[in-house]
């Protein structure tokens, strides 16, 4: 079974970035289509970004040009780079693999944007 581990929130001025990073424990990470979810306080979890086996990216339209996501399947690794950060922003991130009908989440780690 596959471990997420994720880093990298803390707390940020508006128009500032953040970098999370999703260490997995296995190299079969490589197989699984990941992605980044978000839930704020009092509000359903929502994706973020997706990214394939393969490296094929989407976005949602809250954060289409400001977050990248991308991945180095040698290091069994999947980041989301997060620019121009809003208040709108803060939330718990999660890390989300699937593979099949296999899927594992990450404990989360919390993004505060605010001045």
Same mark, same amino acid.
């Given at each position: *079974?596959? *471990? @997420?581990?994720?880093? $990298?929130? !803390?707390? &940020?001025?508006?128009? $500032?970035?953040?970098? @999370?990073?999703?260490?997995? +424990?296995?190299?079969?990470?490589?197989?699984?289509?990941?992605?980044?979810?978000?839930?704020?306080? $009092?509000?359903? /979890?929502? +994706?973020?970004?997706?990214?394939?086996?393969?490296?094929?990216?989407?976005?949602?339209?809250? &954060?289409? !040009? /400001?977050?990248?996501?991308? /991945?180095? #399947?040698?290091?069994?690794?999947?980041?989301?780079?997060? #620019?121009? @950060?809003?208040?709108?922003?803060?939330?718990?991130?999660?890390?989300?693999?699937?593979?099949?009908? /296999?899927? &594992?989440?990450?404990? $989360?780690?919390? &993004?505060?944007?605010?001045?």
């Amino acid at each position: *079974q596959v *471990q @997420l581990v994720e880093s $990298g929130g !803390g707390l &940020v001025q508006p128009g $500032g970035s953040l970098r @999370l990073s999703c260490a997995a +424990s296995s190299s079969v990470f490589g197989l699984y289509a990941t992605a980044w979810y978000r839930q704020a306080p $009092g509000k359903q /979890r929502e +994706s973020v970004a997706t990214i394939t086996s393969s490296g094929t990216s989407n976005y949602a339209d809250s &954060v289409k !040009g /400001r977050f990248t996501i991308s /991945r180095n #399947n040698a290091k069994n690794t999947v980041f989301l780079q997060m #620019n121009s @950060l809003k208040p709108e922003d803060t939330a718990v991130y999660y890390c989300n693999a699937k593979f099949g009908t /296999r899927e &594992v989440w990450g404990q $989360g780690t919390l &993004v505060t944007v605010s001045s």
